[in-house]
Protein backbone atom coordinates (compact mmCIF):
# COMPACT_ATOMS: atom_id res chain seq x y z
CA UNK A 1 0.00 0.00 0.00
CA UNK A 2 2.74 2.60 1.10
CA UNK A 3 4.15 2.35 -2.56
CA UNK A 4 1.20 3.01 -4.19
CA UNK A 5 0.45 5.95 -2.15
CA UNK A 6 -1.95 4.67 0.21
CA UNK A 7 -1.93 4.62 4.11
CA UNK A 8 -2.32 1.08 5.89
CA UNK A 9 -4.33 0.54 8.79
CA UNK A 10 -3.94 -1.71 11.67
CA UNK A 11 -6.23 -4.45 13.20
CA UNK A 12 -4.42 -6.10 15.65
CA UNK A 13 -0.62 -5.23 16.80
CA UNK A 14 0.48 -8.37 17.30
CA UNK A 15 3.83 -9.53 17.85
CA UNK A 16 4.94 -11.58 14.96
CA UNK A 17 7.31 -14.49 14.32
CA UNK A 18 8.69 -14.04 10.89
CA UNK A 19 11.09 -15.99 8.45
CA UNK A 20 12.65 -14.09 5.22
CA UNK A 21 11.40 -15.59 2.35
CA UNK A 22 14.97 -16.39 1.27
CA UNK A 23 15.73 -18.22 4.49
CA UNK A 24 12.99 -20.13 4.08
CA UNK A 25 13.78 -21.46 0.67
CA UNK A 26 17.42 -22.36 2.06
CA UNK A 27 16.28 -24.73 4.53
CA UNK A 28 13.49 -26.25 2.33
CA UNK A 29 16.25 -26.81 -0.22
CA UNK A 30 18.89 -27.97 2.74
CA UNK A 31 15.90 -30.69 3.45
CA UNK A 32 15.72 -32.02 -0.16
CA UNK A 33 19.34 -32.36 -0.24
CA UNK A 34 19.78 -34.01 2.74
CA UNK A 35 17.15 -36.66 2.50
CA UNK A 36 15.10 -35.45 5.74
CA UNK A 37 12.06 -37.05 5.74
CA UNK A 38 10.96 -36.13 9.14
CA UNK A 39 6.82 -35.55 9.79
CA UNK A 40 7.73 -32.11 10.68
CA UNK A 41 10.56 -29.85 10.85
CA UNK A 42 10.39 -27.27 13.27
CA UNK A 43 11.69 -23.52 11.48
CA UNK A 44 13.27 -21.00 14.16
CA UNK A 45 12.23 -17.41 12.80
CA UNK A 46 14.93 -15.08 12.04
CA UNK A 47 13.18 -12.07 13.18
CA UNK A 48 10.71 -10.89 15.84
CA UNK A 49 8.34 -7.74 15.27
CA UNK A 50 4.97 -5.89 16.61
CA UNK A 51 3.18 -4.66 13.83
CA UNK A 52 3.54 -1.28 14.69
CA UNK A 53 7.11 -1.37 14.35
CA UNK A 54 7.09 -3.07 11.00
CA UNK A 55 4.92 -0.44 9.82
CA UNK A 56 7.08 2.25 11.24
CA UNK A 57 9.97 0.52 9.49
CA UNK A 58 8.31 0.36 6.27
CA UNK A 59 6.79 4.14 6.23
CA UNK A 60 10.39 5.55 6.96
CA UNK A 61 11.60 3.71 3.91
CA UNK A 62 8.68 5.41 1.99
CA UNK A 63 9.96 8.41 3.49
CA UNK A 64 13.48 7.99 2.76
CA UNK A 65 13.11 6.27 -0.50
CA UNK A 66 10.63 8.02 -2.63
CA UNK A 67 11.01 11.39 -0.98
CA UNK A 68 14.34 12.11 -0.24
CA UNK A 69 15.89 9.45 -2.59
CA UNK A 70 17.94 7.81 0.20
CA UNK A 71 18.83 4.30 0.46
CA UNK A 72 18.22 3.55 4.43
CA UNK A 73 20.86 2.22 5.92
CA UNK A 74 20.52 -1.56 5.65
CA UNK A 75 23.06 -2.83 8.23
CA UNK A 76 20.41 -4.56 10.17
CA UNK A 77 19.63 -7.94 8.15
CA UNK A 78 15.91 -7.76 9.18
CA UNK A 79 16.02 -4.47 8.04
CA UNK A 80 17.21 -5.07 4.77
CA UNK A 81 15.26 -8.08 4.29
CA UNK A 82 12.06 -6.03 4.86
CA UNK A 83 13.08 -3.06 2.04
CA UNK A 84 14.32 -5.32 -0.23
CA UNK A 85 10.80 -6.68 -0.29
CA UNK A 86 9.33 -3.17 0.14
CA UNK A 87 11.02 -2.37 -3.27
CA UNK A 88 9.66 -5.69 -4.71
CA UNK A 89 6.49 -3.93 -4.68
CA UNK A 90 7.39 -0.65 -6.28
CA UNK A 91 5.40 -0.24 -10.01
CA UNK A 92 8.85 -0.61 -11.43
CA UNK A 93 7.51 0.57 -14.54
CA UNK A 94 5.88 4.05 -13.99
CA UNK A 95 8.09 4.53 -11.62
CA UNK A 96 11.77 3.96 -13.05
CA UNK A 97 13.95 5.25 -14.69
CA UNK A 98 14.08 8.01 -11.87
CA UNK A 99 15.37 11.43 -12.99
CA UNK A 100 18.36 13.00 -11.45
CA UNK A 101 18.75 16.73 -10.84
CA UNK A 102 21.94 17.51 -13.01
CA UNK A 103 23.81 20.74 -12.16
CA UNK A 104 25.46 22.59 -14.74
CA UNK A 105 27.92 25.80 -14.95
CA UNK A 106 30.56 26.83 -16.99
CA UNK A 107 32.75 24.16 -15.07
CA UNK A 108 30.93 20.83 -16.48
CA UNK A 109 28.00 19.09 -14.49
CA UNK A 110 27.69 17.47 -11.36
CA UNK A 111 24.96 15.17 -10.43
CA UNK A 112 24.21 13.59 -7.04
CA UNK A 113 23.96 9.41 -7.61
CA UNK A 114 23.48 7.83 -4.79
CA UNK A 115 22.62 8.68 -0.82
CA UNK A 116 23.03 6.38 1.82
CA UNK A 117 21.17 6.36 4.80
CA UNK A 118 24.25 4.95 6.60
CA UNK A 119 25.93 8.11 5.76
CA UNK A 120 27.61 9.57 2.81
CA UNK A 121 26.58 9.82 -0.68
CA UNK A 122 28.38 9.50 -3.85
CA UNK A 123 28.22 12.07 -6.93
CA UNK A 124 29.20 12.31 -10.55
CA UNK A 125 30.70 15.25 -12.61
CA UNK A 126 31.66 16.35 -15.56
CA UNK A 127 34.76 18.86 -15.81
CA UNK A 128 35.69 20.98 -19.14
CA UNK A 129 39.44 21.37 -20.20
CA UNK A 130 40.74 23.47 -18.25
CA UNK A 131 38.51 24.14 -15.02
CA UNK A 132 39.50 23.69 -11.47
CA UNK A 133 37.53 21.87 -8.80
CA UNK A 134 37.03 22.49 -5.15
CA UNK A 135 40.00 24.44 -3.36
CA UNK A 136 38.12 24.28 -0.25
CA UNK A 137 38.98 21.76 2.85
CA UNK A 138 36.58 19.65 6.00
CA UNK A 139 37.19 19.18 9.18
CA UNK A 140 35.38 16.10 9.49
CA UNK A 141 34.40 14.51 6.27
CA UNK A 142 35.86 11.75 4.54
CA UNK A 143 36.30 12.31 0.48
CA UNK A 144 37.40 10.22 -2.41
CA UNK A 145 37.82 11.22 -5.77
CA UNK A 146 38.27 8.72 -8.20
CA UNK A 147 38.96 9.59 -12.26
CA UNK A 148 37.13 7.38 -14.70
CA UNK A 149 37.81 9.30 -17.84
CA UNK A 150 40.31 11.70 -18.76
CA UNK A 151 43.29 13.35 -16.99
CA UNK A 152 43.23 15.29 -14.06
CA UNK A 153 45.73 16.82 -11.45
CA UNK A 154 44.85 16.61 -8.19
CA UNK A 155 46.49 18.56 -5.50
CA UNK A 156 46.56 18.93 -1.51
CA UNK A 157 48.18 21.11 1.08
CA UNK A 158 47.65 20.63 4.89
CA UNK A 159 45.95 23.95 6.06
CA UNK A 160 48.72 25.90 7.55
CA UNK A 161 51.75 24.54 5.52
CA UNK A 162 52.89 25.32 2.25
CA UNK A 163 53.92 22.08 1.00
CA UNK A 164 51.18 21.11 -1.80
CA UNK A 165 51.11 17.56 -2.60
CA UNK A 166 49.98 16.70 -6.57
CA UNK A 167 48.74 13.39 -7.96
CA UNK A 168 48.57 12.82 -12.06
CA UNK A 169 45.72 10.55 -12.99
CA UNK A 170 44.50 9.50 -16.39
CA UNK A 171 40.74 7.48 -17.17
CA UNK A 172 42.92 4.73 -18.86
CA UNK A 173 43.57 3.55 -15.57
CA UNK A 174 41.07 4.54 -13.56
CA UNK A 175 42.21 5.97 -9.71
CA UNK A 176 41.07 7.85 -6.75
CA UNK A 177 42.70 9.75 -4.27
CA UNK A 178 41.68 10.07 -0.52
CA UNK A 179 41.48 13.83 1.07
CA UNK A 180 42.47 14.14 4.65
CA UNK A 181 40.76 16.34 6.48
CA UNK A 182 41.90 19.92 7.01
CA UNK A 183 43.54 19.42 3.79
CA UNK A 184 42.74 21.82 0.92
CA UNK A 185 42.16 20.15 -1.97
CA UNK A 186 41.54 20.70 -5.26
CA UNK A 187 41.05 18.66 -9.24
CA UNK A 188 42.34 20.00 -12.05
CA UNK A 189 41.19 18.81 -15.98
CA UNK A 190 44.66 19.04 -17.42
CA UNK A 191 42.79 16.97 -20.70
CA UNK A 192 41.59 18.10 -24.14
CA UNK A 193 38.26 16.50 -23.03
CA UNK A 194 35.70 16.54 -20.07
CA UNK A 195 36.87 14.99 -17.22
CA UNK A 196 34.36 12.59 -15.45
CA UNK A 197 35.05 11.81 -11.61
CA UNK A 198 33.00 9.81 -9.26
CA UNK A 199 33.06 11.77 -5.58
CA UNK A 200 32.15 9.81 -2.60
CA UNK A 201 31.98 11.76 0.49
CA UNK A 202 30.69 9.91 4.17
CA UNK A 203 28.13 12.36 4.98
CA UNK A 204 24.98 13.67 3.39
CA UNK A 205 24.93 17.53 2.24
CA UNK A 206 23.36 19.63 4.46
CA UNK A 207 23.87 22.98 3.71
CA UNK A 208 23.14 24.08 7.30
CA UNK A 209 26.18 22.56 8.17
CA UNK A 210 28.16 21.75 5.34
CA UNK A 211 31.57 21.54 6.47
CA UNK A 212 33.32 23.36 3.86
CA UNK A 213 35.96 26.09 4.22
CA UNK A 214 37.17 27.55 1.09
CA UNK A 215 40.98 28.17 0.85
CA UNK A 216 43.52 28.19 -2.27
CA UNK A 217 45.30 25.03 -2.72
Not at 34 to 45: M, V
Request: overall charge negative; charged content about 25%; aromatic content about 12%.
Amino acid sequence: QLTHDEQPGIEIDAQLRLIYIGDLVKTIWYLIENKIADNEFRITPTAEARVTEILALLQSFRTQYFEKGIIPDLTDPFEKNLFNTFVCYIDHESYFPFKLKMNSDERGTFVETVKLGSGGQVSFSTTRPGVTRGNHFHTRKAERFAVIKGKALIQLRRVGTDKVISFELDGDEPSYVDMPVWHTHNITNTGNEDLYTIFWINELYDPADPDTFFEQV
